[in-house]
């Protein structure tokens, strides 16, 4: 996942646009970069660190005073360095994105045989935010260049192009990632998330729909084209990505989750001294369930926040899960002999989890039982960065299947459905892996109820294996 964020005002941006960026940061762990555009002595600013190993603040407070401008666009980016800065016959503008895209090797190879070239690798590879500002100077205007990645495009590409003339805002086509625009005294700010300019005074006005181009100058936003009727926003903005008090179409994270937990804690029947989460992303849910349940919500695990509050994650396996370790702490004194159920998101690779539990178990709990927000994963996602990291066969749930099928994963269908006694199996198998003593998870039904849109306007492929479009 990546986040972005933008500002076109009256006044110089370079301030709100940094500390817009930054909030961000849990949606990236790689590059970030800001660029602004100071039209009155017509030049582009440009500055991208790696962030891997530090915060956002600390790699960019040295480059404010040189960033001019009332136009300016920030990216906190999971893959490859942005902005990407060009001078074409549209001009020089900068882009963002927040994209997987899928076919980057045929696209980059048509690219080659039209005799243009790349000045950006990344990690040895083309950096995809360079290709489609190439695919964006292959259009009559900045419009025309953005529809050309919509039509090249494989996956998923939201971006900010900034310009002279403002900043355009176009959503991936079928809406799988948002965009969101406020209203502000001195102009307007475009974000992933809203959270990110509410303290800087600024109020939502608008969602960008899927596929649709607007521009925004400090004066207004002006429609370039028109959004598709169809939507696929992905479930797990809500589920794992996403803010607590960030709002997707209107609908607040933190709300979804308790929404979650509740519906959990209402149709269980363990019995339990208290519940708890892991924290962050599971908070909402733990609080829906002791809700729904009817016992304490009590902190078992506290996440270190004064240096482990950002997501650095070493390349290797190993340091990675020492890492995860280190960022959670737990209460010993109010673990000790105790029944606990413990809200978690989702269950990944399976390791964090396996190893979380057992330092429950070192600190004296009785029982634990695990309650998961969403449906296990059992399909890779195709759009987002979520999974780009992971093969399929990562999954603790193919891992299961594989096992479970004699070394094939097939009969996917079977194991997502939750009254199958493939489903069943899936589970108990989980639960001994991760060495729990209960496990759930919701199933699909309560997820779409919490979230509150149509069905059909949300990707839930990664527990369906269902969705639409390349």
Known sequence: MSGFFGIASKKECIT????GTDYHSHLGTNRAGMSTFDVENGKVHLNIHNISNSYFRTKFAG?????????GIGVISDTEPQPVVVNSHLGRFAVVTVARINNVAELTQECLNKNLQFAELSMGSTNATELVALLI???ETIVDGINNVYRKVKGSCSMLV??????????????????????GDHGYAMASENHSFINLGYETCRYVGPGEIVRVTSDGITQMKSPNDKMQICSFLWIYYGYPCVEYEDINNEQMRQRLGYAMGKNDDVEADFVSAIPDSGIGMAQGYAEGRGIPYKSGFLKYTPTWSRSFM???????QLVAKMKLIPCKKVLEGKDVVFCDDSIVRGTQLRDQVKMLYDCGCKHVHVRISCPPLVYGCKWLN??????????????VIEELEGGKIQNLAAYQDSTTKEYANMVEMIRKKVGVDTLKFNDLNTVIDAIGLPRERVCLHCFDGNSYGD
């Open 63 to 71: 480059d404010l005073e040189e960033m001019k401008g009332k136009l």
């Open 162 to 183: 900034l310009t002279e003339d403002g900043i355009y805002a176009a959503r991936d086509l079928y809406g799988r990632t948002p965009i969101v625009i406020g209203k």
């Open 314 to 320: 070493p390349v290797n396996q190993e340091s990675r």
């Open 386 to 399: 979520f999974s780009a990291s992971k093969t399929e066969k990562e999954l603790i749930t193919l891992r």
């Open 16 to 19: 709100e646009l940094f500390y």
């Open 137 to 139: 100077t292959q259009g």
